[in-house]
């Protein structure tokens, strides 16, 4: 049985570090763990243009501790209205890495999201000439489609249309959760790639019921059947270059997320390394842990491998209840269970 595992230091594909206070407090725990983190644009005005994303860039490094070696990603968030110059400036000024596209009303503060593809093609365009990859929160928002089949319909009606039109585009098909979005990626061409979350790993959408409401177990998208965890799991360690790591950590504050209408997302920053391992050694595939947490991502955004090393053995420890950091209070993914991989070098 292997005890001790090494490879080259992750980076997160997808993560949310918030602004402000919140910032201050979740960013260290990512950059404790990762090289480097795209970073989403859904603040409180979302940041639409390079100028808002190079001074959110300076914001995150002033939350990270002295001394990380930590590189924040800066995404776009596209609006009906987005400028495509400006976006192209600031992806060859180094500003921007990608562009989200959140469909309006999707998620969390994705109110100024998009309405309609339609509206942003000569956009999409652009980022296919200049090779800017697009991120993709894929899911439909109409009220008369169920809840748990918003990503299949997405697939359908707006992403399959999307890829023929744009067969250039390089496009994450972000936080996958179902077995239809794997049957998509691998049936897709090399341009296609998507991210796993560990949370999707773990549950199903059981989770938020298990006697009675689990807030903390809410996100968007929603946790689906089980048939669908296990395509995840299949997916995340088989070992593809279509598959990598982006947590999705979403953190708020506790109170938030315990209300009559608590918030979506989950907090798994804190061991995210440590979750994602456990589920390798679940299906036997500790040996490809590797490449889905450093060299799949790197590899399909062009960006070098990183050089530093981490190394997680198997030794058991008890996640806390909740975190108390920087004047926040919050309930990390896995609260109170046994992990039984530490990281021991970062």
Known sequence: MTETITIRRPDDWHVHLRDGAMLEA??????????????MPNLS???????????YRERIMAAVPDGSDFTPLMTCYLTDDADADDLAAGHA??????????????TTNSAHGVTDVAHIMP???????????????????????????????????ILEKLIAALPGLKVVFEHITTEQAVQFVDSAGPNIAATITPHHLHINRNAMFVGGIRPHAYCLPVAKREQHRLA????????????????????????????ACGCAGIFNAPYALESYATVFDEEGALDR??????????????????????????????????????????????????????????
Do not use: C
Not at 123 to 150: A, N, Y
């Open 232 to 259: 995840l799991r299949t997916a995340a360690t088989s070992g593809s270059p279509k598959y990598f790591l982006g947590t999705d950590s979403a953190p708020h504050e506790i109170d938030a997320k315990e209300s």
């Open 289 to 346: 842990l590797e490449g889905f947490a450093s060299l799949h991502g790197a590899n399909f955004y062009g960006l070098p491998i990183n050089e530093a090393m981490v190394s997680l053995q198997r030794s058991e420890f008890q996640v806390p209840d909740d975190i108390e950091t920087a004047g926040s209070r919050l309930v990390p993914f896995h609260a109170g269970a046994i992990m039984k991989w530490q990281i021991v070098q970062s």
């Open 123 to 157: 956009v999409l365009e652009r980022m296919q000439d200049i090779g800017m990859p697009l991120l993709v929160h894929g899911e439909v928002t109409d009220g008369e489609i169920d809840i748990f089949d918003r990503e299949a319909v997405f697939i359908e009606r």
């Open 45 to 55: 005005p979302p940041v639409t243009s390079a100028a808002s994303a190079a001074a």
């Open 93 to 106: 000024a180094g500003i921007f890495t990608a562009a989200k596209l959140y469909p309006a009303n999707a």
């Open 26 to 39: 979740v960013a260290p725990f990512t950059a404790r763990q990762f090289g480097r983190a795209i970073v």
